[in-house]
């Protein structure tokens, strides 16, 4: 043991190995990107990668869906009244909540 202990230290003891030793080991865990930091800002990127992915799926739905409503007055007609409540002058409008 003592033998594997004098050959390791006599490859540190190199000033290539040593500085390369130091750099790593600064870099890995002493900098301000080290290893933590570069996966928590990795999962980070996936979570805003995911949400985006999300949104651009809802704008496309949206979009289609404003696609059909503006195809057509009755579609349109049709959106306002069962989304806002719009009415014809001459009508009057009865809102039904159901308690669970």
Known sequence: MKH??????????????AATLIFLLFFL???ENNVRVIHRLKRELDGLNK???????????D????????????????YGREHYYMKRPDEDI??????H
């Open 51 to 61: 949400e985006a992915r999300l949104i651009e799926q809802d704008i496309r739905q």
């Open 29 to 31: 865990f002493l900098g």
């Open 94 to 99: 009865f809102i039904i909540k159901e308690n």
């Open 63 to 78: 979009s289609m869906e404003a696609v059909s409503l503006f195809g057509s007055k009755e579609a349109l007609e049709a």
């Open 4 to 17: 594997f202990f004098s050959k390791l230290w006599k490859i540190i003891k190199n000033k290539y190995v």
